[in-house]
């Protein structure tokens, strides 16, 4: 029986909830000592594989820091409680406003538990920093976000990855993704998730084709296998990207079509095929009934894609 995913309390946009036990499947099928995510963003994929060791690392300080503080226990499921209770409140009563007193104030010192309820009452729980690193998306617009039902469900997901990170050797760090690769040894697993070519460009999201390369020749030449997330395509285009980089025999496409909830625009909430390239052989989820197959990852030769 698949358990359902471990829900991590932030929210940010190519969030692989739904791809963490496909890629969970991909991972099992090899052996290694300590699995490495240079763009662990929610953490959602290391949180459902449950390495035993892993360096998870992102160049959003915030996002880091939270983790940091949760396996310090520096920031509880009681301290996030609390304060959600309280600033939940003031929410509710002022409105707006309250939003953007503690946008101001994150923005001018920024705490976890700021971030914790900025994610978590802005519009469409985006994670967008403007280019000299200020959050800045706009109020979500319901006073009652933080209603006690909803401060219960964020606490207990809080409570339960704490739990997971105590009973593993897990290093959270602030890192490029060049100096993260640059560590990886063979015994390691690499996950890359990297932001997606020409979308969310904000100041810890510059995303290039001149990085996309230089990560694939990374990952090209790295001593341990890996699965590397990215798009195939939507209604409107194919990442010409794969037939550029991955159209070679020792490399694997997985594809499976995945709908974004998180986005602020129309446009990033059209279905696309969601793509896992590895450098092992990865075969495809057994099929075993329709709902099933609607859900596996289909193998498909990285040129029949050619843009
Ligand atoms: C698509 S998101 C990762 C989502 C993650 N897999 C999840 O499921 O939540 C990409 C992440 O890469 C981070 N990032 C962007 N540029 C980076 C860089 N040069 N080095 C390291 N991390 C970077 C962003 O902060 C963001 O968290």
Redesign the pocket.
């Given at each position: 029986m698949n358990l359902p995913p471990l829900v991590p309390p932030l929210k940010?946009?190519?969030?692989?909830t739904k791809l963490a036990g496909e890629i969970k499947r991909l991972a099992d099928s090899q052996e290694f000592d300590r699995w490495i995510e240079?763009?662990?963003?929610?953490?959602?994929?290391a949180l459902n594989v449950q390495p035993k060791r892993a360096l998870l690392?992102?160049?959003?300080i915030h996002?880091i820091r939270l983790y940091q503080e949760i396996q310090s226990g520096d920031l509880t499921p009681a301290s996030a409680k609390a304060f959600l209770v309280e600033e939940g409140e003031k929410l509710r009563t002022i409105g707006e406003p309250h939003f953007y007193a503690v946008r101001e104030r994150f923005n001018a010192r920024p705490t976890s538990l700021d971030f914790l309820f900025l994610n978590r009452s802005c519009f469409n729980g985006v994670m967008r920093f403007n280019r000299h690193g200020k959050f800045n998306v706009p109020y979500g617009h319901k006073p009652e976000r933080f209603a006690q039902a909803y401060v219960t469900k964020i606490t207990n997901q809080i409570g339960r990855i704490a739990e997971v990170i105590s009973v593993c050797d897990w290093t959270f760090a602030v890192?490029?993704?060049r100096q993260t690769l640059a560590s990886a040894q063979p015994g390691d697993f690499v996950y890359a998730?990297?932001?997606y070519a020409a979308r969310h460009v904000d100041y810890?999201?510059s995303?290039s084709e001149a990085?996309e390369t230089e990560l694939g020749n990374r990952l090209k030449q790295l001593p341990c296998p890996f699965i590397l997330?990215t798009w195939h395509s939507n209604e409107f285009r194919t990442n010409a990207m794969i037939e550029q980089n991955w159209n070679d025999p020792r490399f694997h496409l997985l594809t499976r079509e995945h709908f974004y909830h998180v986005g602020s625009t129309e446009d990033l909430r059209h279905p696309m095929i969601e793509a896992l390239i590895t450098n092992f052989p990865a075969k495809p989820a057994q099929w075993e009934h329709e709902e099933a197959e609607q859900l596996a990852f289909m193998e498909r030769p990285a040129k029949e894609y050619s843009a």
């Open positions: 940010c946009q190519g969030i692989k240079p763009f662990c963003g929610s953490c959602v994929v690392s992102d160049s959003n996002i890192a490029d993704f998730d990297p932001p810890f999201n995303w990085d997330s």
